[in-house]
């Protein structure tokens, strides 16, 4: 099997597994948190909303699609860098960028906007969207800085990493009506969710690109 060829099917297995993996976790931690948080919403911003799936299998479907698709993505920019770095794609280095990746994708940007579920009140989406793209890229670049050598190149990668957090995000208006509890919670376990996504795309990618190559 040629190099592009086996990156493909590297991207699209684990991204794939991965995501229904995912999936299944979110299907039992994070959807109830939501369902729980749907019930504070006001009749407000029920009104005028979009299309959404039934509940029951049409969502969890829904769901299911949209977060594969949605793993395979992350996949490709996982094992495209991985692969552009000039670094064999193993096991121990699949996971190794899979954490770093769920440290730039999801940890940097949560300490400004971490997760929220439905009812909670939010900047407006461009705002919120230039803030995390800020994020993605400083933790991005920070990360990078701080594995050199130099002392120097070290230190201004953990500038680089603050510098959006000291911006901040644009003001919250609106009031609250869910529990900081199970805003915390919902936190919690969608965080927790995607690092072991993370961790499995990475992993299952490594072993299978090994397993191809011989």
């Keep these: 099997m040629s190099t592009f060829r086996r990156l493909i099917a590297v991207t699209l297995c684990s991204g794939a597994l991965a995501g229904v993996i995912l999936s299944a976790i979110q299907h039992f931690t994070v959807v109830p948190l939501i369902e729980a948080a749907e ?5 407000d911003e029920h009104h005028g909303a979009e299309w959404k799936p039934e509940t ?3 969502r ?3 769901t299911v699609v949209t977060t594969v698709l949605t793993g395979i993505g992350f996949a490709a920019l996982l094992f495209g860098f991985l692969g552009l770095s000039g670094r ?3 096991i121990k280095n699949g996971v190794l960028w899979g954490l770093a990746a769920f440290a730039c994708f999801h940890l940097a940007p949560s300490l400004g906007l971490p997760p929220m579920p439905p009812g909670v009140p939010v900047s407006d989406v461009q705002s919120r969207q230039l803030w995390w ?3 993605v890229l400083s933790a991005a670049a920070a990360l990078w800085l701080m594995t050199r050598r130099k002392w120097m190149q070290r230190i201004a990668g953990v500038v ?3 510098a959006p957090h000291l911006v901040g995000v644009t003001a919250v208006v609106g009031d609250n009506a869910v529990p900081p509890e199970l805003m915390r919670n919902f936190a919690a ?3 927790a969710s995607v690092a072991i ?3 499995l795309v990475g992993g299952i990618g490594g072993y299978l690109s090994s397993r191809w190559s011989d």
């Excluded at 019930?39 to 009749?43: A, C, G, H, V």
């Design 39 to 43: 019930r504070y919403e006001t009749e």
């Design 56 to 58: 029951g299998r049409e």
């Design 60 to 62: 969890t479907g829904w």
């Design 88 to 90: 064999k794609i193993t």
């Design 133 to 135: 793209t800020c994020a």
């Design 160 to 162: 680089v990493l603050a």
């Design 189 to 191: 376990a969608s965080l």
């Design 197 to 199: 996504f993370w961790i």
